[in-house]
């Protein structure tokens, strides 16, 4: 009998921004040392009051660090981020149970 191995991420949305994040470094738009001194900052605000465990804390300290190199490299600007995440969830919450979660 074949072991299931257990998945590297949580959740899909981890392995979305997870990789969206590697390919924006290896496509030259930053550098990952430049990276990891944001996320340890943004860790440190948020570890003080949150259980970064690799879940959605820790995830979300992640997409938080992503969304504001984005708006440092002018790649996004703030009011487009704050846009899409507002259609994100409306979206995420009006959608079935068990449903895929899609833009209009």
């Known amino acids: 009998m074949t072991e299931v191995p257990t998945p590297v991420f949580d959740a899909p949305w981890h392995a979305q921004v997870f990789a969206l994040t590697v390919h924006l470094n290896e496509s030259g738009h930053f550098d990952w040392p430049d990276w990891a001194a944001l996320f340890g900052a943004t860790l440190k605000r948020h570890g ?56 209009p």
């Open 48 to 103: 003080l009051d949150k259980d970064l465990n690799g879940g959605d804390d820790y995830f979300g300290a992640w997409l938080d660090t992503l969304e504001a190199m984005l708006a440092t490299l002018n790649l996004t600007d703030g009011a487009e981020t704050e846009r899409m995440r507002a259609a994100w969830e409306t979206v995420y919450l009006t959608t079935p149970h068990g449903a895929p979660v899609r833009l």
